[in-house]
């Protein structure tokens, strides 16, 4: 993956889900949240003229970073998911796919970017970064519908 191009990718299709600006997450090695303001940190050696790239490339040295591409909100009462990005889906799910990724509060989707790496995970975060529980969740591969439609949005955002 190119990581540049990618965050380049996902902010310029960034619209009304989500601030270009609060795109990225710093996540630590415990999987808990770090700052979501990347434009005012002021470690890693980062620059105030560099760019949010630049400024993503240094923390990734440090720390992982998760790339937000959306939000998704399960509707316990019909077994749907409701997926919020550049386009919206709405997805009815079976009851062993309900049973296995529905969370009670709405999430953010994306990927977390291991740190010194290019290698990602697909997963997801607490919507309210402020919590002192806020964390990623990696959410599990399968075949499942609701996974293969947050992987196909994935993949339409990462550059090679």
């Known amino acids: 993956m190119n990581v540049s191009e990618t965050i380049k990718n996902i902010r310029s299709s960034c619209d009304n889900y ?12 415990n999987y808990y949240m770090g700052s979501n303001n990347i434009e005012e940190l002021d470690k890693f050696d980062i620059k105030t003229d560099d760019s949010f790239e630049e400024k993503i490339l240094k923390i990734l040295k440090h720390e992982n970073v998760f790339l937000n591409l959306g939000m998704y909100a ?3 009462v019909i077994n749907e998911c409701d997926i919020y990005s550049t386009e919206d889906y709405n997805l009815k799910l079976s009851e062993d796919e309900f049973e296995k990724y529905a969370n009670e509060k709405e999430r953010v989707f994306g990927i977390l970017i291991k740190k010194d790496s290019t290698d990602y995970v697909i997963g997801s975060c607490d919507l309210c970064g402020c919590s002192i529980d806020a964390a990623f969740k990696e959410i599990e591969p399968s075949e499942l519908d609701f996974y293969k439609k947050i992987e196909e949005i994935i993949d339409t955002k990462i550059i090679y």
């Open 18 to 29: 989500v601030d270009p600006d609060l795109v990225a997450t710093v996540i630590h090695d």
């Open 74 to 76: 399960f509707i316990p």
